[in-house]
């Protein structure tokens, strides 16, 4: 392995071998970064269409790098997945998120990402009861958004972890729709909760044809299996109207609020129920 991994070195690039680099200083990071702190969790409402009022907030998790600043989880759950921190991170995220939502005003729920990892982990639907029986949350105030790729393998497997997470209480949401493989098969053997119209077909509306069609479809497809459609990356009044006029239930984006601090919350509903 030694020397494959030798013989492999030579083909890189030398932009390549700075990013690999980079990685591993990252990744060296990462073991101390929840020691010392450095996560937080930012929410960002979803607002029901039909009534303007705002549904829930999704807890979006930062890391404030001491010397790199505020980075992305696009670049660090992956690391986090390698080095099996996930599992320990993924309980802490659900635990801060649900605390969060059991002070914040009652009926607002909170959805929580769940990487790959930790969704193939055994003790998923332990780690979030524990998160909701910690926090005296309602199941009912939570939702996990997991992504068709994560469903994409294990499939019996899978759908097992779904049904002990259901028959926990909490909600299911299947995120990033449109963008997987598995969707229509799964949609049909699990009922999810909610789907979520990835911001990559919202961001081309209105007047894309493609995405048109595929919006329409998917919210046919959600009102036909019982299922609430949720559009994701909303930044403009002309993509919300297309949404609204294509019976889309709820919509995040920029065009509401971008992801915010906990403190944040009270003022963020204020401003948006007012408007
Ligand atoms: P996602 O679940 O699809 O989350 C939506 C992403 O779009 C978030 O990026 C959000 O800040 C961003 N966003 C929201 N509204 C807009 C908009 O109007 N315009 C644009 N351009 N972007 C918008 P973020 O926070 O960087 O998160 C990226 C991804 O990282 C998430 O995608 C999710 O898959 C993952 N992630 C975030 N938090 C967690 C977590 O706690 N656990 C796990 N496993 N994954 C997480
Ligand atoms: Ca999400
Ligand atoms: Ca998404
Ligand atoms: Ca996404």
Not at 7 to 20: D, I, S, V, Y
Not at 148 to 172: P, Y
Not at 232 to 245: F, M, P, S
């Amino acid at each position: 392995a030694k020397a494959a991994g030798r013989g492999r070195h030579r083909f890189f690039e030398p932009a390549m071998e700075e990013q690999l680099r980079v990685q591993q200083t990252l990744k060296a990071d990462l073991g101390r970064a929840m020691q010392n702190s450095e996560f937080e969790l930012a929410f960002q409402p979803i607002i029901d269409l039909g009534s303007n009022q705002v549904r829930s907030f999704e807890a979006l998790l930062r890391w404030r790098h001491p010397g790199q600043g505020c980075i992305s989880p696009e670049t660090f759950i992956a690391l986090a997945e390698e080095t099996g921190l996930i599992i320990p991170l993924g309980e802490w995220v659900l635990h801060r998120a649900c605390a969060a939502a059991a002070i914040w005003r009652k009926g607002i729920r909170v959805a929580v990402n769940l990487s790959s990892g930790q969704f193939q982990s055994s003790d998923l639907p332990e780690a979030v009861a524990d998160a909701l029986a910690k926090t005296g949350l309602a199941p009912d105030m939570l939702e996990l958004e997991i992504t068709e790729s994560v469903l994409l393998q294990h499939s019996e497997t899978n759908l097992q972890t779904l049904k002990r997470l259901r028959e926990l209480g909490v909600r299911i949401a299947l995120d990033d729709f449109g963008t997987g493989y598995s969707s229509l098969s799964y949609l049909q053997r699990f009922p999810f909760n909610r789907i979520k119209v990835d911001r990559s077909f919202v961001m081309e509306l209105p007047g894309h044809e493609e995405s048109e069609v595929i919006v329409r479809a998917i919210t046919d497809l959600g009102r036909s299996l019982g299922m609430a459609v949720t559009a994701e990356g909303v930044e403009t009044r002309q993509q919300l109207d297309a949404l609204r006029a294509r019976g889309c239930d709820e919509a995040q984006g920029y065009f509401f609020s971008k992801p915010i601090a906990v403190e944040e919350i009270d003022g963020c509903l204020t401003r948006l129920e007012a408007a």
